[in-house]
């Protein structure tokens, strides 16, 4: 049986994505002492990411050491997961790695931000602009990158953007339109949108350039994530 350390709302409920098809909550947890030392002992990874669909929640919980690997590479997805403030549930461990969240917040993320673009851009090809849902999550990432190099606050939701100089108030409220009353995309916003992504792709890369964050993960980070996972395997929960 799984431990849950916290369980959070993250996806369009948290970004401020108005008419979400589903709520994603994520989570996680540690394993029981027989599934930790059976994953040990075959190098398996049964449990290591719990999926299930309940109703209209989405629910996905990754095993903890799974779960540090990513805030540490570092993934902006996972610290999102890790500082959401919409908690449903959170043990006495959820500040510890909250804080090893904060401390993987770096330049180093822009890679991610990168990626994470292309793979939503390439959708929008096939989609032919045409998906509001999938244009807000570009719309985000790159806001979410300017704000994070660019002044070093982490933030997920559409009003936290609101102050960049950059953030696109006719765009993102034509959207957010689009998505609630599901309506196609007209061809005008279309050339509209292109081209505000062509103006934030440069100002992603003019924010990395000139950003004065930390350029990775702060060591503490790694020897916190450590001791966590040593407490709560050998320690705290499993006897």
Known sequence: MEIPIFVVISGS??????????????????LDRGLFIKNCLYKSREGEVINKMFGKCDFVSFELGKFLRELLKPNANFIEIALSDKVLYSSKYHEDVKEIAHNCICKKLYHHWRGFIKHLQNLC?????????????IL????????CLDKGD????????????CYDDEIVSYLFECKVDKKPIDDKYKEKIKNHFCELDLLLDESYKNSNIRDKPLEIAKIKAIELYKKLYFEDVIG
């Open 125 to 137: 090809e096939k989609e032919s602009y045409n998906n509001p849902k999938t244009l807000l999550y």
């Open 154 to 165: 982490f933030k997920p939701d559409f009003g936290s953007f609101v102050s960049l100089d």
């Open 140 to 147: 985000r990432a790159y806001y979410q990158g300017i704000l």
């Open 13 to 30: 409920d948290l970004y401020g994505i108005p008419n979400p098809s589903d709520v994603d909550i994520r989570g996680v947890h540690i």
